[in-house]
């Protein structure tokens, strides 16, 4: 049984460029949040999908964005690109809103 | 207030010792609450779930106290593969489930 699996591993981009980073959840579970996590930081929450649909939305602004699939993989995507959003992006999947499995996660390189 | 807090150490400890973490949290209404551990540049992985007043498993002791509002996270004999960083996570609050977490302990077990 494969986990949550995201794509790429890492990732550099210039400011002002847009990116796209994937996600697929654990087999049986239908949501999906995405985290950024800074260094030395926990990880803060960005927003969830259930149902194809953003559920709930942390405190990012508009240039995050999102997208779940029928299949209940999901994408994240970042627009114009600033030196701060260098992180560590996380996907995680749950089911039922119980215990959340982590990705590997997306390192975010923006120079 | 913070919806969750932890003293982000580092916990310095030889092996063998025993060490406690505590994790205090702002919703008075979360029902669940999770501790992680996060390696170096690794995704979070769960390592408990308290639910109630405690959970218990092997090494690892989670506890509950509500009236206060924290969560301790207590290992005993630490062994040098203990050395990570621990995650509290609590729902925030609003009625959604939507997992927050700490800035996350570290802790250094040493020989």
């Known amino acids: 049984d494969a986990g949550v699996t995201q794509s790429p591993t890492h990732l550099i981009k210039t400011r002002g460029q847009q990116v796209t980073l994937r996600c697929s959840p654990k087999s049986g579970h239908d949501t999906v949040s995405w985290y950024q996590q800074a260094l030395g930081q926990g990880p803060q929450f960005i927003f969830q999908y259930y149902e194809e649909e953003e559920r709930q939305r942390g405190n990012f602004p508009d240039r995050f964005s999102g997208h779940q699939f029928p299949n209940y993989s999901s994408e994240l995507n970042v627009n114009a690109l600033l030196l701060g959003d260098s992180a560590l992006y996380l996907c995680?999947?749950?089911?039922?809103?119980?215990?959340?499995?982590f990705g590997q996660g997306t390192r975010l390189t923006v120079v | 207030r913070k919806e969750v807090e932890q003293d982000p150490g580092p916990f310095n400890v030889p092996e063998g010792a025993t060490v406690a973490f505590n994790c205090t949290y702002s919703?008075?209404?979360?029902?669940?609450f999770f501790w992680y551990r996060q390696d170096c540049r690794k995704e979070p992985k769960l390592l408990m779930s308290?639910?109630?007043s405690g959970n218990e498993d092997g090494r690892f002791t989670a506890q509950l106290n509500r009236a206060s509002q924290y969560i301790s996270l207590l290992i005993r004999d630490s062994k040098l593969s203990d050395s990570a960083t621990y995650l509290c996570?609590?729902?925030?609050?609003?009625?959604?489930?939507?997992?927050?977490f700490g800035r996350g302990t570290s802790l250094i077990v040493h020989p």
């Open positions: 996570v609590v729902p925030a609050s609003g009625g959604s489930y939507i997992p927050t």
């Open positions: 919703n008075s209404a979360s029902q669940s």
């Open positions: 995680a999947s749950s089911q039922d809103r119980v215990e959340a499995f």
């Open positions: 308290v639910y109630s």
